[in-house]
C-alpha cells in the first residue's frame, strides 16, 4: 500500500500539488483504518490529504483517473498480452528518441510513468528561467503547447514504423494489441496537453454594475428569486421607486407654474400704477387619479402578488387615494392595514388578520359577487382597477356581467396576470373571458414589467 500511495504522490508532485512526506504517511495510515477495496473510502482518503482547497479537487480528480484507472487499466493488459514485446519496442523507441525530452517524457508516460510528462505540463503554465518574447504575449506557451503536440506525433510516427519493420517477428495479435496500446496511452497524452484542468473558484464574486445588476435581477421572473434576490429586489425596489417619485415631483412642480392670470396680474398692478409689474400665474393642484387593487394572494400567484402590493403601496403618494383588497375564495378590504403600516409589516398583517382562507380554491366569481355586494360605490370615472391575478378560477362560475358593471362605472380595468402568456387559456383559466371586458392586459413576471406598467400608470 506505501508504494502505490509513493508513487501516487510523486505524479501529484509532478503535476503541481504540494504533497510533503508527512502526508503521505498520513495518508497511509488512514487508508489502514478502512476498507482500501472500498473505492469510495479509498478515494476520499486519498482526496483529503493531497487536494489541500476546494481548487485543488478538480486536479486531483484528473489525476485520479489516470493514475488509478486509466493508466492501471492498461498496465494489466500490457502484462497478459504484450509483456517483453512492449519492453522492446519502447527500448528501441527510446534509442531512436535520443536526448529529446519531449520524446522521452512521452515514451515514459506510455510505459506507465507519467511523472515526467506531468511535470512538463506543469512547467507549460509557467515561463520558468525561458528568455521572454520580444513582443510579450502569451505565444511562447503556445509555441511550446505546439512542441509537444509535435513530440506526439513523432512518437506515433516512430511506432507505426517499428511495427511495420518487425512484421515478421511479432505475431500478428501483438502488433494489434501494441497498435492500440499505443494509441490510447497518446490520446491519454494529448488530453493532459489540451484539457488541463482548472482550478475550483466557488466563492468567485463576478462584480458587476448597478445598472446591470438591476437589469439582470429585473429580468428574473417574481417565482425564480431566491431569497437572496428577494432581499435586494426590495432595494431595487426603493431606488425605482424613488427615481419614479422625483420625476412625478418635477412634473407637478411644472404644473404649478400654471399660465397667466390676466385679471389679478393687473389688479395686483394697480396698486403701484403697474411699476413693477408682478406676474401672478393660474395654480391649479395635480390631477391624481384613483386607485382601487383586487390581488390574487392564493398560493399560485403569491410570490409575484406580494412584489406588485409593495409597489403599488410604494407609490400610493401619485394617487389621490388607494383602495387594496385581497382575495382568494372571498374578498378583504386590506386599506387600513397598508395605509398605518411600513409595507413589509402591512403585508405580513394582511397574511395574519385577515378572515380569507389562504388553503382554499381560487373563486374569481365568489370575489366579484362579494365586491359587487360590499364595495361598488367606491368606483367612478376618476377610478382606475388593477386587478393581478392568473384568472383561474377552478372551473366556478367566472361573473363576468359583474366584471362588465364595474368597467362601465370606472375610468379602466387594468390585468396584470403573473403567468406567461401561452399559458393563459389553457385548463381553468378564464382570461379568455376576462379579457374582453378590459381595457388592458398585460403579462407581470418580473420587475421590469411590472415597473414599466408602474411608470406608464403614474406618468
Not at 495518508?27 to 489541500?52: G, P, W, Y
Not at 391649479?284 to 412584489?307: E, H, M, Q, Y
Request: with cysteine; charged share 25%; net charge positive.
Amino acid at each position: 500500500m506505501l508504494g502505490i500511495v509513493t508513487r501516487f504522490a510523486g505524479a501529484a508532485r509532478a503535476a503541481g500539488l504540494r504533497v510533503s512526506s508527512s502526508e503521505v504517511l498520513d495518508c497511509t495510515r488512514h487508508l489502514s483504518m478502512i476498507d482500501a477495496l472500498d473505492e469510495a473510502q479509498f478515494r476520499t482518503v486519498l482526496r483529503a490529504n493531497f487536494a489541500k482547497s476546494l481548487r485543488e479537487q478538480a486536479q486531483f480528480d484528473q489525476l485520479y483517473e489516470l493514475f488509478f484507472k486509466q493508466l492501471s487499466t492498461d498496465a494489466q493488459s500490457e502484462a497478459q498480452v504484450l509483456g517483453r514485446a512492449l519492453e522492446q519496442a519502447l527500448a528501441a523507441l527510446k534509442e531512436q528518441a535520443g536526448e529529446n525530452p519531449v520524446l522521452m517524457a512521452a515514451l515514459d508516460m506510455i510505459s506507465g510513468e507519467p511523472s515526467a510528462f506531468l511535470a512538463m505540463m506543469n512547467d507549460l503554465e509557467t515561463d520558468g528561467e525561458r528568455p521572454a518574447m520580444a513582443m510579450g504575449g502569451n505565444l511562447g506557451q503556445v509555441a511550446r503547447r505546439l512542441e509537444v503536440m509535435l513530440g506526439l506525433n513523432d512518437i506515433r510516427g516512430l511506432a507505426a514504423q517499428f511495427l511495420e519493420q518487425n512484421r515478421s517477428t511479432l505475431p500478428w495479435q501483438v502488433r494489434r494489441d501494441m497498435e492500440r496500446h499505443f494509441q490510447a496511452r497518446l490520446e491519454m497524452a494529448n488530453r493532459l496537453l489540451t484539457q488541463a484542468p482548472r482550478p475550483e473558484n466557488a466563492g468567485l464574486v463576478r462584480a458587476m454594475s448597478h445598472e446591470k445588476r438591476m437589469a439582470q435581477l429585473g429580468e428574473t421572473p417574481f417565482v425564480s428569486l431566491s431569497p437572496k434576490e428577494v432581499a435586494e429586489m426590495r432595494f431595487v425596489i426603493d431606488h425605482l421607486v424613488r427615481k419614479l417619485k422625483d420625476t412625478v415631483a418635477r412634473r407637478y412642480a411644472a404644473r404649478t407654474r400654471g399660465v397667466l392670470d390676466v385679471k389679478r396680474t393687473l389688479r395686483r398692478a394697480a396698486r403701484f400704477q403697474g411699476v413693477p409689474m408682478e406676474i401672478v400665474l393660474k395654480k391649479r393642484p395635480p390631477n391624481k387619479g384613483k386607485i382601487v387593487t383586487l390581488c390574487d394572494v392564493s398560493g399560485s400567484v403569491w410570490s409575484a402578488a406580494r412584489f406588485m402590493l409593495n409597489m403599488l403601496y410604494a407609490v400610493q403618494d401619485c394617487f389621490s387615494r388607494v383602495k387594496s383588497f385581497i382575495f382568494v375564495a372571498g374578498l378583504a378590504d386590506v386599506t387600513p392595514i397598508f395605509e398605518h403600516n411600513a409595507i413589509n409589516q402591512a403585508i405580513e398583517r394582511v397574511l395574519r388578520e385577515t378572515n380569507l382562507e389562504y388553503g382554499a380554491s381560487t373563486d374569481y366569481g365568489a370575489t366579484l359577487r362579494d365586491f359587487a355586494r360590499n364595495h361598488m360605490d367606491i368606483l367612478n370615472k376618476k377610478t382606475t382597477i388593477i386587478i393581478i391575478g392568473d384568472g383561474r378560477s377552478n372551473y366556478c362560475n367566472p361573473e363576468a356581467k359583474i366584471l362588465d358593471t364595474m368597467r362601465e362605472k370606472s375610468r379602466r380595468i387594468v390585468w396584470l396576470n403573473p403567468e406567461p402568456p401561452q399559458f393563459w387559456y389553457s385548463g381553468d383559466s378564464e382570461m379568455k373571458t376576462y379579457e374582453r371586458y378590459c381595457h388592458e392586459v398585460r403579462p407581470c413576471q418580473n420587475l421590469n414589467q411590472l415597473m414599466e406598467f408602474i411608470s406608464d400608470l403614474v406618468l
